[in-house]
């Protein structure tokens, strides 16, 4: 069996009930899954510059205090990602967390070709992303000093606000994933089913496979026109009954 571009119209409108069913199910399903199963995600995004504090008099020094902070910044992230940094926001924020709970909250990302790198909280609670994020902008300046005895240190270049949306999950673009997947195994399923389906479909396909030409074919009978054919038949006989009574 082999399929052929003919083929796929037909396979597609012999199929095309099945293939909106399951793609449409598919889609209405992951998009109330998300919007009533899934805990929405708030995250709240504190930025700080690495200050190299270089009395820079000419411009090749300055590019130097820039390379070096650059060169800080992913040393810094891995100072203020442990335990210990960890332990003093805990000491900051008015519940009680432990280190490795605030360390599953908060992500370091630098930002590419800058001395400036962000730290990143998400959490199901708006307000609690945001106390979490000014903790860490307060505390972070405070353990690179201590760690560090040279002329870099830390700035805040932009503060932390309060979510006014979640960040995750989206229920729109799950819904388009989840129907993209949804047509494609249904294009799968139709597929298959017309690939094990042994009935032959066209008049060639008998020349195909016996080597013999076809000199005639039985022809698709309509049961309705039939149907309606005998209906009237019937009514005739009646009419005629009734004439001759």
Known sequence: MEFSFKDIPRIIRKNLILIIIVSVVAAAGTYFATALLVAPTYTSTVKLYVNAQVNAKTSYEELNSHNYAQKMVATYIEVLNTNHFYSKVADELPDDYSAGYL??????????????????????????????????AKVAPQTIKEQFENNASLKIVDEAQLPKAP??????????IAFIGGLIISLIIAFARDYFDVKIKYNNDMTVLCGLPVLAAIPEFNTDAKDSRDKKSDNGKSQKERAEA
């Open 103 to 136: 360390k599953s909250l908060i992500q370091f990302s630098e930002v590419a070709d800058t001395e400036v790198f962000s730290a990143t909280v998400s959490c199901n609670d708006p307000i609690k992303a945001k106390t979490i994020a000014d903790a860490v």
């Open 167 to 176: 960040t995750a999950p989206s229920p729109a673009r799950n819904a388009v």
